[in-house]
């Protein structure tokens, strides 16, 4: 693989040159002098041509019938399947991500596809009995027009997938704007979809400065809905920004998500669960676990079982064999973490494991960090309440699951939460009464399967929701038809 090819904006069907000449280096998160490619610093003069050749590609784009646009996906499909290791191989030398979980990621970026391309034979309205007999009376399902998708660096082949397949299947043009960290893994994604025929304008991507093509697409006029995933800060500013102009927009943000270990929990399980859940992706997930609440009579043995858990943990180049936990993927990341850490220290919780930037030989160019546990955290604790987005786990020590519960819920977000327990009183009661929009049971608080509604409550997501069946919701609108001979 070439460390300095240069990747262009995709365009109308062609691959181009930013208007501006200059281009950025995407860098290895593991090693930031190892160059993955160089891309385009784009203007707004390059956003107004995508979104010119989506508008246009669009009127016929949806008039083909459904099936026919599923086929460019099942097509689209097969080719991210044959490219899956060049594909999974970039993204964890651009993202820092292991190998395995790249390929794992990549695969179901292909499984996405073949699920939305399954959407184009299935229904999209009702009929309605009218109150006049002589009249039909149904709904059907319209496309937006123009849809701009954002997406972050933490899943760079599923998140975009996961955007622009419901989009296309229900007759939508898609001009991407990736996180520039991932600019180089989502011009792969687009390779593979230019290989499956897609016709010229439908699909665009424009990379560049979020400040100049994310907002540029939120104040676009010809852009019909905006689907953004990424930080509550820039996600407030995309939604306002096209609830100003009248578009629809979905916006999925943070996470803290919480994991309940009831004294009845298998320990075993729960350990291996919130190490697989807070570590995972160095803790770059949006539903990562992040606070770890435990009940008081086995709060000593499951943090004897999680410490030990941690010894085994390797960490370095997400390439190398037997590596279990990459670098973050970039230094502002890194520094955020960093800084997260000297804050709870600070504040006075207790660290217990880990919390040192790596920078022996072999670690000193990458962007490293020890998985790290806090103990002695209590609620009004930044790290207890605050997004870090990396490998730091919070322990906190509750005497009841209603006590749990309560701790649960006392955040500004709800993405994800999950609990360990056999009892299924508490299962219900969690069930019931947590604020997230994605509860598990004896699994850990990451993960969704593609065909189940994702997406948060209060402050994690604009409360639409992604994947699955509800995609329909907010990559179309209702029509209401009624016939009167």
């Known amino acids: 693989m070439s460390e300095n090819r240069t990747y262009l904006n995709y365009i109308n ?7 501006t000449g200059e281009v950025e280096a995407s860098i290895s998160p593991a090693n930031k002098h190892e160059i993955v490619g160089y891309i385009q610093k784009s203007s707004l003069d390059d956003l107004n041509a995508a979104v010119a050749g989506a508008k246009q590609a669009q009127k016929q784009w949806r008039k083909l019938a459904g099936s026919v646009r599923g086929d460019y996906l099942y097509k689209a499909a097969a080719v991210l399947e044959r490219r899956l290791d060049e594909v999974a191989e970039t993204m964890t030398r651009e993202m820092g991500k292991t190998l395995p979980e790249a390929k794992g990621e990549t695969a179901r970026g292909a499984a996405i596809l073949r699920y939305y391309a399954g959407e184009g034979l299935r229904a999209v309205g009702d009929v309605i009995p009218s109150t006049d007999s002589g009249a039909l009376m149904f709904t059907t399902r319209v496309p937006l027009g123009v849809v701009g998708v954002i997406t972050p660096w933490n899943f760079p082949v599923a998140i975009p997938i996961w955007k622009m397949a419901p989009a296309l299947i229900y007759g939508n043009a898609v001009v991407i704007k990736p996180a520039t960290e991932t ?95 807070g570590l995972r992706s160095t803790g770059q997930k949006c539903t990562a676990t992040s606070r770890v609440i435990v009940q008081s009579d086995i709060y000593e043995a499951f943090k004897d079982k999680l410490l030990q858990k941690l010894k085994g943990i390797t960490v370095g180049d997400g390439m190398k064999e037997g590596i279990w936990m990459g670098p973050c993927a970039n230094e502002n990341q890194l520094q955020t973490v960093v800084t997260y850490i000297e804050k709870g220290k600070e504040e006075g919780a207790s660290l217990i494991f880990g919390g040192e930037r790596l920078q022996a030989p072999g670690y000193e160019n990458g962007f490293f960090i020890e998985p790290t546990v806090f103990e002695h955290v209590t609620k009004d604790m930044a790290i207890a309440r605050e997004e870090i987005f990396g490998p730091v786990l919070a322990l906190m020590k509750v005497d009841s699951i209603e006590e749990a519960l309560t701790l649960a819920n006392d955040a500004e977000f709800g993405l994800s939460a999950s609990i360990f327990t056999t009892n299924i009183g508490h299962m219900l009661s969690f069930i019931n009464e947590m604020d997230a929009g994605l509860v598990r049971i004896n699994a850990e608080s990451a993960g969704v399967e593609l065909q189940a509604p994702f997406g948060g409550m209060k402050q994690s997501s604009s409360h639409s929701r ?20």
């Open 13 to 19: 069907g062609q691959w181009s040159v930013s208007s």
């Open 183 to 277: 600019a180089v893994t989502c011009a792969k994604i687009i390779e593979c979809l230019e290989e499956a025929g897609f016709p010229a304008g439908v699909i665009n991507m424009v990379t560049g400065a979020g400040s100049v093509i994310g907002q540029g697409l939120a104040d676009h006029p010809d852009v019909s809905g905006i689907t953004f995933t990424g930080s509550n800060g820039v996600g407030k500013r995309i939604g306002q920004a096209a609830l100003a102009r009248g578009a629809k927009y979905q916006l999925e943000m943070g996470g803290k998500n919480p994991v309940i270990v009831a004294s009845d929990a298998d320990l075993d399980l729960a350990v291996e669960a919130t190490v697989s859940g």
């Open 466 to 485: 992604e994947q699955g069946r509800a995609a329909i919701e907010f990559f179309t609108s209702i029509k209401t038809v009624f016939v009167k001979p």
